[in-house]
């Protein structure tokens, strides 16, 4: 579920309480109680994608990081065979 769904999930909750109090006043609890365990659905769901960015965003790092690190081995091999040519 995108940030857009989950925003719009949300709204959604919202029209759907209004229109349960308005015309179900008998259904009205039982409809309160699967809105919260949607909300809380929802509400998981953002806090999994956000957890999932986060990762994302720390193996981007480490894998630039990594790109970094990797792209100096060659001028360290130059740098050294230079100074052993030097000698």
Not at 35 to 47: C, G, K, P, S
Request: charged share 30%; net charge negative; with cysteine.
């Amino acid at each position: 579920m995108t940030n857009q769904e989950s925003y719009s999930a949300g709204y959604k909750i919202d029209e759907l309480e209004e229109f349960a109090e308005k015309h179900f006043k008998d259904q009205y609890n039982a409809a309160l109680v699967n809105i919260a365990e949607y909300r809380e659905i929802v509400d998981n769901q953002q806090r999994i994608l956000a957890d999932n960015l986060n990762e994302l965003h720390y193996w981007e790092k480490v894998a630039c990081s990594l790109e970094l690190n990797v792209s100096y081995i060659p001028l360290r091999f130059e740098f050294r065979n230079a100074m052993e040519e030097d000698e």
